[in-house]
């Protein structure tokens, strides 16, 4: 059940893959909030993914891009603007990927051009969307742009590999094209940290099941789930947030700011000799 949050708001969403992705569920929500929008994703993706369902369903046109490529972004959001009728109101860009987690390369031995790879796709797109849409002035005052990340951008956390430093620069780009955006057009930009979340893209990373039931049981609210995450970025795209930007936001259940909980001390205590550890460190 909708409550008109997005009413009348016209959006482009970046990476809608299969029911998994993120951005799938906030496209589902845009749509009940009363928003329309255009869904936009690889040429490949858009062919043998699930969203042209997703397409369906809301109502939205599917515009196929290289989020790597400016002249692809030029044409999602001209096409965007003519389909909507207009400037759009919010951008969520929800785009990862990087070919050394893939490949299994280790961050003490990466390959370079996959890392180059990785930071193209998952950070420096943002920018490239944001610079293409700043210059050809693709969205209306008070609009909002979101990029998900998440926390390894502070924290180092195994198996996470260059994606960190990927997730890094995006909160990095959020920072700075958000103040610009917002001084020379009113443009809110943020950056929403993330809970571990179930998606096509994260199973890749090496312990993600761990990773999940570790930060699970560290938070006190418990992890935040890709249903969770749509709901929030939904009140961001709204106008009950019109001044908020250049933010990190976590939403993943208090995680980003617990050291040891009660539950990790508890199995700490019961899971190490405490003598044996002292001789040996």
Not at 11 to 31: C, P, Q, T, V, Y
Not at 173 to 194: A, D, H, L, P
Not at 231 to 255: A, E, P, W
Not at 258 to 277: C, E, H, P, W
Request: hydrophobic fraction near 40%; include cysteine.
């Amino acid at each position: 059940m909708g409550f008109d949050l997005l009413k009348g708001k016209k959006g482009i969403i970046f990476g809608a893959l299969n029911d998994m992705s993120i951005a799938w569920k906030i496209a589902e929500r845009a749509h009940e909030e009363g928003a329309t929008f255009t869904l936009s994703n690889t040429p490949v993706a858009c062919r043998m993914g699930e969203v042209i369902e997703l397409g369906k369903k809301c109502n939205a046109e599917i515009i196929p891009a290289d989020a790597t490529s400016v002249a692809d972004l030029e044409n999602v959001f001209q096409k965007s603007m003519e389909v909507l009728g207009g400037k759009v109101d919010f951008v969520l860009h929800s785009i990862g990927m990087s070919l050394n987690v893939r490949k299994k390369r280790v961050y003490h031995d990466l390959d370079y051009n996959y890392l180059n790879k990785t930071l193209d796709i998952s950070a420096i797109s943002f920018h490239k969307m944001l610079q293409v849409a700043f210059k050809m002035d693709a969205i209306n005052e008070w609009g909002s742009v979101l990029g998900l990340s998440y926390v390894a951008a502070q924290r180092t956390f195994y198996g996470y590999n260059d994606m960190a430093d990927a997730k890094s620069l995006l909160e990095s780009i959020g920072r700075s094209f958000g103040y610009i955006y917002g001084r020379e057009r009113k443009v809110r930009i943020n950056t929403v940290s993330q809970s571990p979340t179930v998606t096509t893209a994260g199973s890749g990373v090496k312990g993600i099941d761990g990773l999940i039931d570790f930060s699970d049981r560290m938070s006190p609210l418990g992890n935040a789930d890709a249903q969770d995450c749509a709901d929030y970025c939904i009140t961001l795209f709204s106008d009950m947030t019109r001044k908020v930007t250049m933010q990190n936001l976590y939403h993943d259940g208090g995680f980003s700011n617990v050291g040891m909980s009660l539950r990790a001390m508890t199995q700490y205590n019961k899971s190490f000799d405490i003598d044996d550890l002292d001789s040996k460190y």
